[in-house]
């Protein structure tokens, strides 16, 4: 696999950047006053509870859903243009796709999927598919059938569908959702590898910020409708996820250096739930259509950082054939 070329000016060096954007469905606003940009070569998640806005959020930037005002360029372009340099793996993809595909059918599909009937597969296409899988480390799963494969393998086949067009942005949505912890792990060292070495740029929505910490650089928090970008080492601050999950939120960093995002213990009865007082909610973001337009973040006094961040989970086994 290689970083494909820029398409852009090279001294343009966001890869998404919003101003002023909203998203409407009728006439609920989903999420209003996005103002920040994201940095090519980052990895970024995408965090906050259900039904904020999460998956919205990707839609958008695919072109998928209009702005109900304000503006979002991906790579340069308005939201939609450059979608052939975008590989996008959907929440859905390990129970959606034809289950009686090979691995390499379905790798085959980021070539040839969008186009009617049945065409040749060239030995271009070919080798191009294997790079793709031999990057994912399932090359040896070329022949097998998706419903022979583990749901780990199988998302890895997707990330290699998503690749094989060789991308600037790949983006996925949930990929570690449903996977045990062994496939998580394998899929998390897929995309350091992509970014490491490829320097591409990429994209999660994600629950559990946890197993993606290690790789993360910034995070895109959806906070009482409005999106903000920030530095993980701005987002990794108890207060300010405390106020993102609605419950009780430490950021605990062991003797080794490791970190983790984790509830605290049961709040004692009669306590209230955090309903976002706005005075609060204040301290962490801006509701003006100018604030934290170069990206910065609204946190406060945070005095975490991620260097040298590394999962004490134990070492991943190989992931087997089921």
Not at 66 to 77: I, N, Q, T
Not at 87 to 100: K, W
Request: aromatic share 4%; charged share 15%; hydrophobic share 40%.
């Amino acid at each position: 696999m290689q970083a494909q070329t820029s398409v852009t000016s090279p001294q343009d060096d966001a890869a998404i950047v919003l101003r002023d954007a909203a998203v409407k469905r009728g006439d609920r606003i989903i999420w209003q006053h996005g103002n920040f940009s994201i940095p090519r070569g980052t990895v970024t998640a995408i965090v906050g509870t259900n039904g904020t806005g999460k998956t919205t959020m990707m839609s958008a930037e695919l072109g998928l859903i209009p702005l109900a005002s304000g503006s979002l360029s991906v790579l340069g372009k308005p939201a939609g243009s450059l979608n052939h340099c975008i590989g996008y793996v959907p929440q859905s993809y390990t129970t959606a796709i034809d289950s009686n595909l090979t691995a390499e059918q379905s790798v085959l599909l980021g070539l040839t999927g969008t186009r009617f009937g049945i065409h040749p597969v060239t030995r271009a296409q070919r080798a191009k598919a294997h790079e793709a899988m031999t990057f994912t480390g399932i090359t040896d799963k070329a022949k097998y059938r998706l419903s022979q494969l583990s749901g780990g393998l199988r998302q890895r086949v997707a990330i290699a569908q998503a690749l094989v067009c060789d991308p600037q942005l790949l983006m996925l949505d949930e990929p570690l959702a449903n996977l045990d912890l062994a496939s998580q792990r394998a899929t998390v060292h897929v995309l350091a590898k992509l970014n490491r070495e490829l320097g591409m740029t990429i994209q999660v929505v994600a629950h559990d910020l946890n197993m993606l910490l290690p790789i993360l650089t910034g995070a895109v928090y959806l906070l009482d409708g409005h999106p903000h970008y920030a530095a993980m080492n701005d987002v990794l601050d108890a207060d300010l996820l405390t106020h993102l999950y609605g419950t009780s939120v430490q950021v605990v960093t062991t003797p080794q250096g490791d970190m983790f995002v984790t509830p605290s213990a049961d709040e004692p009865e009669g306590v209230e739930a955090d309903t976002h007082a706005p005075q609060e909610v204040a301290r962490f973001h801006h509701h003006s259509p100018g604030a934290n337009a170069d990206g910065g973040s609204g946190a406060e006094n945070s005095s975490t950082t991620t260097s040298g961040v590394t999962p004490s989970a134990t070492r991943s086994t190989e992931e087997k054939v089921s």
